[in-house]
């Protein structure tokens, strides 16, 4: 079975790894400082990312950072990986969804705009399928009402809208490099702001809440061995042996997104022009990082084309179940038909192949079957 999404390794990698194991530090040593670094260079950020051990750590370690906390609401996307959603709810604030914008499936800024309250303390968007958010829109939504913009980049590191890399375009940026994504450490994440108050808190909470900056210490140590325990935190910490693997997947992400965009390119001209299709659209500004190709069928056979590829061979994937619908928000009051916008891509959408490694002979296979299945 042709996967729909897949991690590339090398021997650099391997060897990188392998380096980590005959060292001293395992975890929380230099590879992690350095991928941090890295993180940050590539997100064009100043201060170095806060490295944790996936990107729903990620997401849970951003609303933390952000102070989020009960009487919170946070407002986000019905079109993503749950944990957007519930990572903000473990901090005890109320989700409120927002419908999507028809052509990219991110999140609507005029949506944003009707859903806001004096309550919403953040928006959460997500680049779906690796196009960025409509990032000035929505920082302007949020900053306007008091609220802080958290992007959800766990599709799309390396993207970046007129220039402005992915990573500075909203205060907080989630990244991760779980295996399908576009980078990968076998599991891990990392999260990125221009705001250094809120990295301390979200370096604090992943970090168990040790305090042991001297500065902040509210009595005398009485021996080196002393720290202090400030607030509540978690363990989110990611190992160097995972670091390591990171930092060298970096130095091939120029040559990855280069293949993702060729592989997009080659699927949007074998589709084109059929009328039952819908092709994932790419606004002006945007250079995207595609973590996914989300082909949608409006014909109503999303599910016989879904088998179709299946039964000959293609891992096809659907991103994503509305997060509204699962019963968890069912029972908070959600009822479907709440985001017609979201819930008809969802309903249409298939995730064909994409990954680097991914030949031109399987793409243009997979092209052939789906235009096989529409009679194109
Ligand atoms: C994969 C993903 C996550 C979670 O990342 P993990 O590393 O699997 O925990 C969060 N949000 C989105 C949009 C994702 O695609």
Request: aromatic share 8%.
């Amino acid at each position: 079975m042709l996967p729909y999404g897949r991690q590339s390794i090398d021997e650099s990698d391997i060897d990188a790894v392998a380096a980590v194991l005959r060292s001293d530090w395992l975890t929380t040593g230099p590879a992690l400082w350095a991928f941090e670094q890295d993180i940050a260079r590539i997100a064009g950020v100043a201060d170095p990312a806060v490295g944790v051990t996936s990107g729903t750590a990620a997401l849970h370690t951003a609303y933390a950072g952000l102070g989020v906390g009960p009487g919170d609401e946070v407002i986000t996307t019905p079109l993503t990986f749950f944990a957007t959603a519930t990572m903000a709810m473990w901090q005890g604030a109320r989700v409120v969804f927002a419908d999507v914008c028809e052509d990219t499936g991110n999140l609507d800024p005029v949506a944003v705009k009707d859903a806001m309250t004096s309550r919403t303390a953040v928006v959460a968007g997500v680049d779906f399928a690796g196009h960025p958010i409509d990032a000035a829109p929505l920082a302007d939504v949020a900053h306007s009402g008091g609220a802080l913009l958290l992007e959800d980049a766990a599709h799309s590191i390396a993207g970046s809208l007129d220039g402005i890399p992915v990573g500075s375009l909203a205060d907080v940026t989630t990244f991760s490099f779980f295996p399908t994504k576009n980078l990968t450490t076998a599991e891990g994440g990392a999260l990125v702001s221009t705001n250094a108050e809120i990295l301390e808190r979200a370096r604090h909470f992943k970090g168990i809440g040790y305090t042991r900056d001297e500065a902040k210490l509210l009595s005398e140590p009485d021996g080196p061995w002393y720290y202090e325990v400030h607030g509540l935190g978690v363990n989110y910490r990611l190992p160097d042996v995972l670091a390591a693997l990171g930092s060298n997947q970096l130095l091939r992400v120029a040559a990855f997104k280069a293949r993702r965009q060729e592989i997009h390119q080659r699927y949007n001209e074998g589709l084109a022009g059929i009328d039952v299709l819908r092709l994932p659209a790419t606004r002006a500004g945007a250079d995207p990082m595609w973590h996914l190709y989300p082909l949608r069928i409006v014909d109503g056979r999303r599910r016989e084309l879904f088998d179709h590829l299946r039964a000959n061979g293609i891992g096809v994937q659907v991103n994503y179940i509305p997060v509204h619908h699962q019963q968890i928000f069912a029972e908070l009051g959600w009822r479907r038909g709440q985001f017609p916008v979201a819930e008809t891509y969802s309903a249409q959408e298939i995730s064909l192949p994409m990954f680097p490694g991914l030949a031109d002979a399987d793409v243009d296979r997979v092209i052939d079957l789906v235009r096989e299945f529409v009679g194109a």
